[in-house]
């Protein structure tokens, strides 16, 4: 039995307590208002980021924001504070590669290691055992926890040195919100041709143009279901800037990427955050003609 903290039990946070304490595991986290439902699971709370390092073998950060990772994981009650020898911290995270940076360089003046580990996956594709997670940096630490991520994520593959991991969650959440766009905007110039939605969802599916986007997407956008939803808007208006702002950095045009920003940024304006990502299929829905 391995002892587990976990930073964060929003979606992602949450599965993995519920498959690491379904498998026997000891999982802890911090005490909040929304983490008081772990102990009904069978988990622990602790009072700080720092006591929750201190007790743990494998850290997992799944945090929302630089600030939210900021607060928990420095000063005199953050996770490097309380960080040890035989703790390895899974850095979850889509944040930017210099946040990724600068957490190695706090977490390497500790004896603990840091591995930068992004995941792949909404919490259907994680309980479908289709989430991927790449492990980057210390290569024998990846492989010590490495069957610990798998209950998570099957398909946990090392893609080594620090910091490869999030470069390609970038490449990987950029494909997907240019992609969920396609697919809104295909959908909706379907719809404007007089197609239905049944239509569009069994040829377009199994045809070329189809994908796993269009699967997972296109029967939202069918539904006009916005809320609830496993992927909130929110998550690629703040992942989609962040890889703007890298696009920036290296010069490149990136013309699919600023497109599909500049519409998840409205959905930000338009008060859309919670609901689902295909949502922006609302912004290019035919109008009618007065």
């Known amino acids: 039995m391995a002892t587990i903290g976990i930073l964060g039990l929003g979606l ?3 599965f993995a307590a519920e498959k690491y304490l379904a498998a026997g595991h000891r999982v802890l986290a911090v005490r909040r208002p929304s983490t008081e439902g772990l102990v009904a699971q069978g988990g622990e709370l602790v009072a700080t980021p720092r006591e929750l390092a201190a007790k743990s073998e494998m850290l997992i950060s799944v945090l929302p924001s630089d ?3 900021r607060a928990s994981m420095y000063g005199p009650d953050g996770v490097a504070a309380g960080a040890h020898g ?3 911290v899974v850095e979850m995270n889509t944040t930017s590669i210099e946040t990724k940076a600068e957490e190695k360089a706090v977490i390497d003046r500790t004896p603990a290691i840091i591995l930068d580990a992004p995941i792949s996956g909404t919490r259907p594709i994680l309980a479908a055992g289709r989430g991927v997670i790449m492990t980057s940096g210390d290569a024998t630490a990846a492989e010590r926890v490495r069957p610990l991520l798998e209950l998570v994520a099957p398909k946990t593959m090392y893609v080594g040195a620090y910091g490869t991991g999030i470069k390609l969650k970038m ?5 997907v919100g240019a992609n969920t766009v ?3 905007e295909a959908m909706a110039m379907g719809h404007a041709m007089g197609l239905t ?3 569009l969802l069994d040829a377009v599916g199994p045809s070329a143009g189809g994908s796993v986007i269009f699967n997972l997407r296109a029967p939202t956008i069918a ?3 916005w809320q609830p939803t496993a992927g909130p808007s929110k998550l690629l208006y703040k992942d989609l800037d962040i890889i703007e702002k890298q696009a920036d950095a290296l010069g490149l045009p990136a013309p699919f990427l600023r497109a599909a920003n500049k519409l998840y940024q409205r959905t930000a304006t338009e008060g859309r955050l919670e609901d689902d990502v295909s949502v922006v299929y609302e912004f290019m829905a035919a109008k009618k003609k007065a």
């Open 86 to 88: 035989g703790l390895v």
């Open 223 to 225: 539904e006009r279901k």
């Open 182 to 184: 396609a697919v809104a």
């Open 12 to 14: 992602i946070g949450g």
């Open 197 to 199: 939605s049944q239509q």
């Open 67 to 69: 600030d939210a990772i």
């Open 171 to 175: 490449v990987i959440n950029f494909l």
